[in-house]
């Protein structure tokens, strides 16, 4: 089955810096890449995803990158702000026509942004 | 709109004893899924509903864990006989019909002392 490592597991910036998460997946067949950000006490919330057949994807401060002959994944925030602090998680999954996607995710990365 | 929501928030049970988990997924998403988040980790896989039907349960760990979703909009994850290590937070997604996108709730979290 799939397999997402995720890196690094603690990350801390300046408020303003950007910050960077890496992902790499295992199976070549996985063709949507997710990302989520869970605040403590709640539950994992979208905020970008991208599909096979993209390289890049941008909204605001937030970019994810797809390197599908290397098998890895990024986000970037930039210009990071103390409500940026949360775990995020990366994840992947395979959607056949009619089959299900289930999620295999990262171990999480938790990102403390400093005054 | 309304999210995901799940019920109850927080569980505290004993071992041995049995425990239904809730969720009611945002009206009119076809796909549900259960996940299981223990301390400092991602969420895994347990259960797909598409419609009524348990799509893909290759998710749960043994057969003391059970969901049903019996008209294709709540669901109830079902654990019998409890043991400690089935503590952690049982996390419910939707997503509409053909969709990658699954939209997740609050979670509960269970306790089993």
């Known amino acids: 089955g799939e397999n997402v490592e995720q890196h690094p597991s603690t990350l801390s910036v300046q408020e303003g810096d950007s910050a960077v998460i890496k992902c790499t997946y295992s199976d070549s067949a996985s063709n949507y890449f997710p990302w989520y950000k869970q605040e403590l006490g709640k539950g994992p919330q979208l905020i970008i995803d991208?599909?096979?057949?993209?390289g890049e994807k941008k909204d605001q401060r937030i970019a994810v990158t797809l390197n599908k002959t290397a098998k890895h994944f990024s986000l970037h925030i930039t210009e990071t702000q103390p409500e940026d602090s949360a775990v995020y998680f990366c994840?992947?999954?395979?959607?056949?026509?009619?089959?299900?996607?289930?999620?295999?995710f990262g171990t999480g990365t938790r990102l403390q942004v400093t005054l | 709109g309304a999210g995901v929501s799940q019920t109850p928030s927080n569980k505290v049970t004993e071992k041995g004893k049995y425990v239904e988990l809730r969720c009611d997924p945002i009206s009119g998403h076809t796909a549900l899924y259960w996940y299981r988040q223990s301390l400092g980790q991602g969420p895994e896989f347990l259960i797909y509903?598409?419609?009524?039907?348990?799509?893909?349960d290759s998710g749960l760990p043994n057969d003391r864990f059970f969901a049903v979703r019996p008209e294709g909009s709540v669901s109830t994850l079902k654990i019998q006989r409890t043991e400690r290590g089935d503590s952690a937070v049982y996390l419910c997604a939707s997503s509409p019909t053909m969709s990658d996108t699954q939209y997740f709730g609050p979670g509960t979290r269970l306790t089993v002392l």
């Open positions: 509903f598409q419609g009524t039907g348990a799509a893909d």
């Open positions: 991208i599909r096979s057949n993209v």
């Open positions: 994840a992947a999954s395979r959607k056949d026509t009619g089959t299900a996607s289930k999620l295999t």
